[in-house]
């Protein structure tokens, strides 16, 4: 494999520090979280004050991407620093097989090789093992096969079954005398659903879909039978994975630094908050587990502050992709929403081509080193990879999508990128710093869901300074820079 060694950044005075004492990072990926979902971007109907500390101490992006506008493209293209959709990938079943190869760099293996140590808790979603899993042994491949040395994950996402965490590869809490199964194509013999025993559905029941194994009172998607002893409970989830989180904190060996990919479940469907945070909104559980959620950002800040570590800690906060209300389940998300603005002011939102798809919540975070700015660089999550490459003085292997943009990540500069690829559902859209070109695309302009999916009819360009929410083409009067978006789409298409 080539690999293409990166120059220094003398010119950044942070590096002078991290050359005596390497930052720890810290990422953290919120599961479907819209621009205006935090109170740091003007929203004044919920208050997120441990993610906007972050946001009001770091870099404050307001044109920062995800790679896709679902969750797994999305975090393919974060950990891999390769656009989704050139490795065709979709959303994926709880039983899928791991989509990242062993042998493929990524951004933890990156790290590891670096001498830190690594780890990844929480939301998952990228497939595991080879297919055909036996979930009562250890899982192989898993995130500890692609540079991360501890994890304790949720294969897939809180609606799909398996509802288990998997430590290491194996399912934790498990008795060997109550095995689990696992199915997505039918059920198994005289278990119980959502559809055949709906009085089993005591804490949400179905809008569409999500009608299969009820666990905990909630109808999932998928079929599993066995693994009591194992299963997870929703209203603990938050707790139990912070806790792991500052339990890998804790327990890290003095002097060495690390790298933790935390995925928050919030606000995925379905959304069940701890008893403490239910009615601490007046929008009802998608409200409330934002805000569990943002306790949780609190609780990892107190314990690296605790521990001495916050000034040698970056931390990134963002979402792998824009907000949803309905998405499965009868929450009363849409009609509690009242007058918070979950897109930011953007139009569209998950599943979508518009801009509320893929422009996310994006903070860099660095008490001591980083200066409060607010920057309107185009940056992309995918970016990550390469800009701590950079840091790092490590080689980076040729064919990725990734670009260095390290002095704007850690504020010492506003240039982005010139432009990047946006996807959604397998459908592709061009952005610049100011602009979005929508190819045209026939099918349902809505998902089932209610966002709206793309444009239909043609071509579109629209001016995002001035247009938000994407209501004027302006194709017939910017021809030249249409055709120039035109080509960089397709030259990248046939890369």
């Not at 819209?34 to 993610?51: F, K």
């Not at 992309?380 to 040729?398: C, G, K, N, T």
């Not at 982005?416 to 397998?426: L, N, T």
Request: charged share 20%.
């Amino acid at each position: 494999m080539k690999y293409t060694i990166l120059p220094l950044l003398a010119s950044l005075p942070t590096l002078s520090a991290w050359s005596q004492q390497r930052p720890n990072v810290l990422l953290i990926v919120a599961d479907d979280l819209g621009y205006g979902d935090v109170s740091a971007y003007g929203s004044t109907t919920i208050s997120t004050p441990n993610i906007d500390r972050l946001a009001h101490g770091g870099v404050c992006f307001t044109n920062g991407h995800a790679a896709s506008a679902t969750s797994t493209p999305s975090r393919y293209g974060l950990l891999t620093g390769i656009y989704p959709w050139r490795r065709k990938t979709n959303i994926l079943p709880g039983d899928a097989p791991l989509i990242i190869g062993e042998e493929q760099f990524t951004l933890a293996r990156l790290f590891q090789n670096a001498g830190y140590r690594t780890g990844a808790i929480g939301k998952w979603h990228l497939g595991i093992g080879r297919g055909k899993i036996d979930w009562n042994h250890t899982i192989k491949p898993g995130p500890n096969e692609i540079g991360f040395d501890y994890s304790c994950i949720l294969p897939a996402t809180v609606d799909r079954v398996p509802c288990v965490y998997v430590e290491n590869g194996n399912v934790v809490g498990l008795d060997p005398d109550d095995p689990i199964e696992v199915n997505y194509k039918k059920n198994f013999e005289g278990q119980p659903t959502g559809a055949t025993h709906p009085e089993l559905m005591t804490k949400v029941t179905p809008s569409h879909g999500h009608n299969n194994t009820v666990i905990n009172g909630i109808p999932r998607i998928g079929f599993m039978r066995g693994g009591k002893s194992a299963l997870w409970n929703d209203e603990e989830m938050a707790g139990y994975l912070v806790g792991k989180v500052t339990d890998f904190i804790e327990q890290q060996p003095q002097g060495q630094p690390f790298f933790l990919y935390y995925g928050l479940h919030e606000p995925h469907v379905p959304r069940i908050p701890n008893a403490k945070f239910v009615g601490s909104t007046s929008m009802g559980s998608r409200g409330d587990v934002i805000v569990e959620a943002d306790w949780c950002v609190g609780e990892v800040i107190h314990k690296l502050e605790e521990k001495g570590l916050l000034e040698n800690t970056i931390v990134i906060f963002t979402s792998d992709n824009g907000p949803v209300l309905d998405d499965g389940y009868k929450d009363q998300a849409a009609e509690l929403v009242g007058d918070h603005d979950m897109n930011g002011g953007y139009r569209g939102g998950k599943y979508s081509l518009y801009e509320a798809g893929t422009r996310v919540p994006f903070f860099v975070y660095w008490q001591g080193h980083i200066r409060p700015v607010v920057s309107d660089a185009l940056v992309a999550q995918q970016d990550l990879l390469a800009s701590f490459a950079h840091m790092l003085h490590h080689p980076l292997p040729e064919g990725l999508d990734s670009e260095d943009h390290l002095s704007t990540f850690l504020g010492k500069s506003k240039k982005g990128r010139k432009g990047m690829v946006v996807e959604a559902v397998g459908r592709l859209a061009y952005r610049t710093r100011d602009y979005a070109l929508l190819p045209a695309y026939k099918g349902a302009k809505r998902s089932i869901t209610g966002n709206e999916m793309g444009i239909v009819d043609t071509l579109s360009l629209f001016d995002l300074r001035s247009d938000k929410m994407q209501e004027t083409n302006i194709i017939h009067s910017k021809r030249k820079l249409a055709r120039q978006m035109q080509d960089a789409l397709e030259k990248e298409q046939t890369k």
